[in-house]
């Protein structure tokens, strides 16, 4: 059963995605050399609090911080650490939420810390953000959770291969619906998987998160024992993107991006929905 909300409620989840956003600038700021992994668990906590929202990680089965910081080879569920310092070189993708009144936001991205980044993996975060692009421009009103997946996995195969063979599209994790929880039906797949069908058809006031995560190199990862942190198998370096999105009767809204996804969604020929917050 696929949760629909209405204007009232999806108006809700943008305000938790605009804390969100708050979040990604804040700790994207303080992806710093010589900065810990806690310092920007602790930069996102202190967003929450001037917002007045609550995490949606922080406790989620256990996890015992803010955001999820993934560095270098680890794919996702990072667990930020006073030990963990960041090095000049270093790429980290962070991954965080927000509660308002219940309702959730949900993103991710990849941030380059300090300089000296190979052209490659430069290419690595370019090519799996703008896959996500393509994953959202797919987001329209009649169209089926499988088109979604088809745009991923379509923009990652049509891009050039990188000096270590392949992309590296991670089966093991990816998109969800979003809304009164941070997680619920369906699962997205960041790539078309016959055996599962099309999918469930997008409505208006359906809301999902669409996250791919690609790895320069092996699609295959394991999880620590930690229980959380997952690595890929290979110790290839990764990039993790992810937006929170609403179907509306306006074409698709960007919850977690500070402008709706107005100017992107230009850029791929598709018109933003108006903006409730405006």
Request: net charge negative.
């Amino acid at each position: 059963m696929l949760e629909i909300k209405n204007p009232a409620q999806i108006a809700k989840m943008r305000e938790a995605g605009l804390v969100v956003a708050a979040i990604h600038a804040a700790t994207r700021e303080a992806a710093v050399p010589g900065a810990t992994t806690k310092d920007l668990d602790d930069a996102a906590r202190k967003v929450l609090a001037e917002h007045g929202a609550k995490s949606n990680f922080l406790g989620y089965g256990g996890f015992p911080a803010t955001i999820c910081t993934s560095v270098n080879d680890v794919v996702v569920h990072g667990i930020p650490s006073a030990d963990e310092v960041l090095q000049d070189g270093d790429i980290i993708s962070i991954d965080c939420g927000a509660i308002i009144d219940g309702w959730h936001g949900d993103a991710a991205y990849t941030a380059f810390v300090g300089s000296g980044h190979s052209a490659e993996l430069v290419e690595l975060s370019r090519v799996t953000e703008e896959s996500m692009w393509a994953g959202i421009a797919a987001v329209a009103k009649g169209n089926r959770l499988v088109d979604i997946s088809k745009a991923i996995e379509g923009y990652i195969r049509r891009q050039p291969r990188p000096a270590s063979g392949k992309y590296g599209i991670v089966e093991d994790y990816g998109g969800h619906g979003i809304g009164s929880q941070m997680h619920m039906d369906p699962h997205l797949l960041n790539y078309v998987d016959r055996k599962r069908g099309r999918g469930p058809k997008l409505v208006p006031g359906f809301c999902i998160a669409i996250e791919p995560m690609v790895n320069l190199g092996t699609a295959k990862t394991h999880v620590l024992e930690d229980d959380w942190t997952v690595k890929s198998n290979d110790g290839s370096w990764s990039s993790h993107w992810e937006h929170s999105v609403a179907v509306t009767e306006d074409g698709p809204l960007v919850l977690t991006a500070p402008d709706g996804g107005k100017a992107k969604l230009a850029s791929l020929g598709i018109t933003a929905a108006p903006d409730p917050l405006a």
